[in-house]
């Protein structure tokens, strides 16, 4: 029941085909950025921001501030 509760504020676009899920599915980022970011449904997310206003699609490696994370940019190119 917990989790029917917390998935009515996840945010829109977190599902298999977020690169913030998949980070944290991963285990390549904090908790901390799902929580405050993709469970509080998107809220202050320069990613989602972006990405609704602009149509713009942020690099995987772009964290929700909007800053780019090295260790994450350096795991997506070496998988790609």
């Known amino acids: 029941m917990l989790?029917?509760?917390?998935r009515k504020n996840f945010?829109?676009?977190y599902d298999e085909t977020s690169a913030i899920k998949r980070a944290y599915?991963?285990?390549?980022?904090?908790?901390k950025w799902v929580e405050q970011y993709c469970w509080?449904?998107?809220n202050?997310?320069?990613?989602?921001?972006?990405?609704e206003?602009?149509?713009?699609?942020?690099?995987?490696y772009?964290?929700?501030?909007?800053?780019e994370d090295?260790?994450?940019?350096?795991?997506y190119s070496k998988s790609h």
Not at 3 to 6: D, F, S, T, W, Y
Not at 44 to 51: D, Q, S, T
């Open 3 to 6: 989790i029917n509760h917390m």
């Open 11 to 13: 945010c829109r676009w």
């Open 25 to 31: 599915d991963k285990g390549l980022i904090e908790k």
């Open 40 to 42: 509080s449904g998107g």
């Open 44 to 51: 202050k997310c320069e990613r989602k921001r972006r990405f």
């Open 53 to 60: 206003e602009e149509g713009y699609i942020s690099p995987d």
């Open 62 to 67: 772009v964290l929700p501030d909007g800053t």
């Open 70 to 75: 090295p260790r994450l940019k350096k795991f």
